[in-house]
């Protein structure tokens, strides 16, 4: 059985202008995650991936759909049921700097979840659960305890965010951009570390819009655009047989170390227009024109651009979505 | 010859005293050249760049000279700087997405910029409408504020911008960190268009992704602790890279292709020295797995092949006549005249 189950998740959000418009953020996105497995969410700015991730812990809720965490919709949860919840689903995010408070020294994060979770552990047995999880996450306790966020690096920080998740009976974690933010050097490291975790039986949903990262880690990717699923199956079909001239579009533009820049005939045109123009001339657009997901002039209504395109299945489990002939949004 | 810089060693003045940065750098830039200025972070990289335009109060220079077509810049010297800057030498900073000024709009930001180098907006303005929409923007950003447009959007707007008076050289400071791969690919290829176009001469384009300089570098630099590591040409460094340094960079850069299952790859283990204290000799030996004794002593920035300059006694060959050894705090000025940094020019 999946650890999670998301069924038909969508977001609105409340437009900013006066004419009380919404802006969908998630389309109805269904996939799952099962236990011992990486998914990743790739998709550019805006897209929707990060809202995906608070909607799984529960920091916002979802508008409609739901989010089954071992065949429960976790929007019913309670604060008990919430509580337990926070106990196998945690998450770690982009920037490690701001999850300290950089008046205590970092191992406060480790004494909190103390208090919170294990009152009645004794300090012994909690030390030597300190220090296991430290040791998977290969920190030397003597360099990262006792001491404050400044005197710690990024990867330092974030591997002791992971640490503190791992004290937990986690089951899933959230990785928002988790890497991002950290050096070229240490980078790989704190990947590497997630694959080990993975093989121990815990899933992970890997958010990030570097297709590298994501090829590297997941067994399975879910490629976000707009706020609904452009394409989703194993990586490794993902990556090798694109299917959607958005994901194409987006693998030609991954830089590379060994490949250049494959010359393009549309010259200096806004990048979404011209990678999907070309793309997409090579396929006939399965369904006839789709407006941009723009906003909703009135609430409350059945929202029919809610609809994403429907996903076809073109290999045992890798779906593809119809290809949305949009003008390039304005970037 | 365009740009040459020569033995430049910049510092921070800091409470426990100075912290340098940039610590004697020699590398010479070539017209119609887009060098890659690649390091960690904390490595000098910004400082370097940024040293080059404009020192601000926490920034001393303590030796080297900047050359540019043979004259040399008073990079030390504010006000003598000011003619030369935007003409001369231009930067698009780091974070180009908040230098945009949030109160007023576009066109205002360039007329007043322009302004303060004596340029009559209207007399450029029929240029820079022609390079908005080079850039794939149309004139109507020019009556937007900053917060109206995109990241990308803005980007392209501080590139025109920077470029607009033709400068000789661009430092374009981590310009594709912040943005999208398809953005990220739209921007690198302004970057070398508007080289090919000849709106700037030679740009020095700085950023931590070693693969976007594999797409756009003419040249790549590493840089680690505020010395150079190595320069060579792109396919060089990429294929056939010299310093352990580069190699344990490129070892750990996970491409589209690569998977955890088949290639495992490595980080660098460690971190880089502190600054503040750097240790004696070779700067990389305490995470290098080739250090042995003699890196003890500072290796020379030495050309190894044409157009190859590397700072390893294992690249150079351990034959290589031995430098006077630099003292390890290098950072005096006085104690600086020891040529750390020996190069054989064309």
Redesign the interface.
Known sequence: MSTLRLDKVSKLFRAADADGGTLPALRQVSFGINPGEVVTLIG??GSGKTTLGKIVLRLITASSGQVLFDGKDIAAFGRAELHEYYRYVQGVFQDPYSSYNPVYKADRVFELLREEYFPKIAQGAWEARIDAALEAVALNPGEVLDRYPHQL?GGQQQRLLIARALLLDVKLLIADEIISML???????V??LL?GLKQAGLAVLFIT?????G???SDRTVILRHGAIAEMGP??QV?GNPQHPYTR???E??????R??SP?SAG?????AA?EQAAAGSRPPARPRHRPPARQPRRGRPNPMLEPPPLTECEPGHLVAAAELEAAS?? | MSVRVENLSIAYRTLAGDCCAVDGVTFTVADGEIMGLAG??GCGKTTLGTSLIALDGRMKQLSGRVLLDGEELPISNGKAMRPHRMRDISLVPQYAMSALNPTRKISKIIADLLGCHDVRYSSVAEEMRRRIA???LSDEVLSRYPFEL????RQRVTLVLSTLLNPSLLIADEITSAL???????V???LM?FRDRTYVRSVITIT?????L??VADTIMIMYAGRLAEKADTASI??APRHPYTR???A?????????EQT?????PG?PPSLADPPAGCRFAARCPLAASQCREQPPFAEVAPGHFVACWNAAGRDIPAVPAVPAAACAPESRTAPAVQEVTS
């Open positions: 550019e700015s690096s050096d070229a050097s240490t980078r790989v490291d990947l590497n694959v819009h570097d297709l590298s990262l090829h590297y880690i990586t490794v990556f579009m987006l693998l533009s991954v830089p590379q170390l060994h250049r820049w393009r200096l045109e806004a990048p979404a990678g304005p970037r | 960690e972070s080079l850039v794939g995109s990241g990308g959007m999208d791969v398809s953005t990220q690919r739209a690198g290829e302004l268009e931590h992704d070693l693969s976007i594999a797409q990429i294929s344990a960079l490129l750990s850069l996970p491409e589209v292709g690569v998977r955890h495992r790859l490595t980080g660098i971190r």
